[in-house]
């Protein structure tokens, strides 16, 4: 059974205007809720509530340890398009930030067919820019899960269980049961994450482990179960 975790990765500060909390609230939330790492992953430029991109490229600006709590510099990719295309430069993924999640936002793009949502995860896959595949459960960019779940699977991507997904959109949790039942199936790598946009749900993670919980979901596919486990993961990273 998975009790706790060791880092939230997907948190957004009032950099998102739709977040209501500032960096240090984060961090603090963070320390209180017993994480060991806190990751920052605003919005980018294509979402209107995005921050520009120069916010992304001076997130080094924060110091690597704040009061204990080890925090990781990151970006919310928006798909563009079905081609599966983002909207940070290169240069600043691979040079200014530790980590990436990519997501589908209705204020970015209209849901498509599943076909169309198919091919655009497909190119996630393939794309070596993108970390992690932000909530991908959402109802309505339903995707052939049976065909590209294993697909991030070899292409070393880890498929996000949201936190938030169970609290505000709720009609897709079936899908997460059925991406996580695959997940299982198929080895594939998750990170559980709060999708924070105040502080008090930084480290929140009850809904999401209950989920994993009910399927006896292995921890050592649970990347942020322990620090350890997050090092290895951005080892491997580093290295591919």
Not at 149 to 171: A, D, H, Q
Not at 195 to 208: K, L, N, P, T, Y
């Amino acid at each position: 059974m998975i009790k706790r975790l060791a880092a939230d990765l997907h948190t957004h500060t009032d950099v998102s205007r739709h977040g209501y909390s500032t960096v240090y609230e984060n961090i603090t939330a963070a320390k209180a809720a017993g994480l060991l790492a806190v990751g920052i992953s605003n919005h980018c430029p294509a979402h209107p509530d995005g921050a520009p991109e120069g916010h992304f490229r001076n997130l080094r600006v924060l110091p690597e340890w704040v009061d204990g709590v080890r925090i990781l510099r990151g970006a919310e990719l928006n798909f563009t398009n079905f081609d599966g295309e983002i909207d940070l430069s290169p240069d600043t993924i691979e040079n200014r930030l530790d980590y990436t999640i990519a997501s589908f936002h209705e204020d970015v793009i209209a849901p498509g067919s599943i076909k169309d949502n198919t091919k655009a995860y497909l190119h996630a896959a393939e794309n070596p820019l993108i970390d992690i595949i932000g909530h991908s459960g959402t109802a309505c960019y339903e995707y052939d899960y049976e065909r590209v779940i294993p697909e991030f699977g070899k292409k070393g991507k880890l498929v996000e269980i949201n936190e938030g997904t169970f609290r505000v959109r709720k009609s897709s949790a079936q899908n997460c049961r059925t991406i996580a039942r695959l997940c299982m199936k198929y080895s594939v790598s998750v990170i559980v994450s709060s999708d924070a946009h105040f502080c008090r749900s930084v480290g929140q993670f009850d809904e999401a482990l209950a989920m994993l919980n009910s399927l006896n979901f292995p921890k050592q596919l649970v990347v942020n179960a322990d620090m350890e486990q997050l090092e290895s993961w951005f080892l491997r990273k580093r290295r591919r």
